[in-house]
Structure formats: structure tokens, C-alpha cells
Nanobody, 117 residues
Framework: QVQLAESGGGLVQAGDSLRLSCAAS????????MGWFRRSPGKEREFVAD???????TSYTNSVKGRFTISRPKDTVVYLQMNSLKPEDTGRYYC???????????WGQGTQVTVAS
């Protein structure tokens, strides 16, 4: 089955940038959406951004519009460029894929992003 692995998280200062990477392995398709979600203690998992195909349509939660950019240079690779990071962006970021074509059904283990004020 498809497996996802995230990387690129770290401890940064407010205003800094990070680029998160997600790589898919196993059997994949060109038609599935991939996205990023985040979670911090005391909060439910929050949608951040997604992209439906290579060079396809993107969507972002309002709080990251203008600061984050999702890209998908290959079917099996998705990036999240995070600029002008704020302390409220702190959380564990998860990559997800809608392999079944309905909802996000494959998840990575996450990568921690901590933004100091």
C-alpha cells in the first residue's frame, strides 16, 4: 500500500521559513489529492493546504494564505513552503493522500514545527 513520509520540520524563530517535504512510496496513482494538516495540543487536526494533481488546483486555510505555498512537482512528492512563520503555526504537520478518491485515507507520521516568538 501507499506510505507517506514527511521531513523538514524544526525549531525556528518567528518570521523564518521552512519547507516541508512529503514522499509517497508503494503503489500510487496520478489522480489522487495530497495535502497537509496540522495538530497542536488541545486542538483537533486542522486542514492546512492541499493540491489535487501535479500542477493542479490548490486550497489553503485562511490563516496561511499568502504565507504558505503547496506544490507538487511529481505525483509522489508534495512540498509545503512556509514563509513568515508565526508562533501560532506551531504544531505537528502531517502529509495525507486521498488514495481511495473520496477522503484522506493515508497519513504520514508527521513532522514537528515549532516557532518561537
Amino acid at each position: 500500500q501507499v506510505q507517506l513520509a514527511e521531513s523538514g520540520g524544526g525549531l525556528v524563530q518567528a518570521g523564518d521559513s521552512l519547507r516541508l517535504s512529503c514522499a509517497a512510496s508503494g503503489r500510487t496513482f496520478s489522480s489522487y489529492s495530497m495535502g497537509w494538516f496540522r495538530r497542536s495540543p488541545g486542538k483537533e487536526r486542522e486542514f492546512v493546504a492541499d493540491i489535487n494533481r501535479v500542477g493542479g488546483s490548490t486550497s489553503y486555510t485562511n490563516s496561511v494564505k499568502g504565507r504558505f505555498t503547496i506544490s507538487r512537482p511529481k505525483d509522489t512528492v508534495v512540498y509545503l513552503q512556509m514563509n513568515s512563520l508565526k508562533p501560532e503555526d506551531t504544531g505537528r504537520y502531517y502529509c495525507a493522500a486521498a488514495v481511495g478518491g473520496i477522503g484522506y485515507d493515508v497519513w504520514g507520521q508527521g513532522t514537528q514545527v515549532t516557532v518561537a516568538s
